[in-house]
């Protein structure tokens, strides 16, 4: 997320403003945030999800969307577009434009360097106020490597880390498995410097 704070906007203000916008913007609270573009590894690492979650959600009643899809949380007035998110029928929108979903099930993120810190702290506190939301997924995109959190029946979170290519990421919530290495083809990582 951008640190460039746009003046005071109402929701209903943001909403107008944004179904017209060439840039997308995040809202939080009557602020509303420029969104920056990603690298060549961000885009094929989201690719390569949708592609892999799209072939084993077919015919089923999840489905995978792509960041063209908004995410609205009411408990924190929070507008944002994840990078990968999964909802199950039947959608729950906003309103009748249905471009905002109220029901994630699934949220996936790729860590860019200007948003890890969000992406992990303040904007995982966002989602969690959804009721439907169960599985948080952060994927790296410099080294191959993921976090995985799994809402517990308790209401905590379960975390796990996974850094091999043959990890398997069990998606229990929506019946899916994601092998680590195939989300990352075609990414190229940069040379570790050496001393």
């Known amino acids: 997320m951008s640190t460039l704070a746009i003046p005071f906007l109402s929701p209903e203000k943001y ?26 590894n961000h885009a094929w690492i989201i690719s390569n999800t949708l592609i892999e979650l799209g072939g084993q959600l077919r015919g089923k009643s999840c489905g995978a969307m792509s960041s063209d899809m ?3 949380s009411k408990t924190y ?11 199950c029928s039947p959608l729950q ?18 860590l860019s360097p200007s948003t890890r810190n969000y992406d ?17 997924l952060l994927i790296e995109q410099h080294s191959i490597r993921a976090e995985h959190r799994v809402r517990q029946p308790n209401g905590s979170w379960l ?35 050496t001393a």
Do not use: C
């Open 15 to 40: 909403l107008e403003i944004e179904r017209q916008a060439e840039f997308r913007s995040e809202y939080i609270n009557g602020q509303a945030y420029a969104m920056s573009g990603g690298t060549s």
């Open 70 to 72: 908004r995410v609205y």
């Open 159 to 193: 975390f796990t880390d996974y850094t091999s290519s043959e990890d398997v990421i069990e998606l229990a919530s929506i019946g899916s498995r994601l092998t680590l290495g195939p989300l990352y083809e075609r990414v190229e990582f940069e040379p570790v410097p």
């Open 120 to 136: 992990r702290s303040e904007k995982f506190d966002f989602y969690r106020s959804l009721p439907s939301f169960t599985e948080y």
């Open 93 to 110: 929108f906003l309103d009748k434009h249905k471009d905002t979903i109220t029901d994630a099930v699934v949220i996936i993120e790729v």
């Open 77 to 87: 007035g929070l507008y944002t577009y994840p990078d990968v998110v999964v909802a």
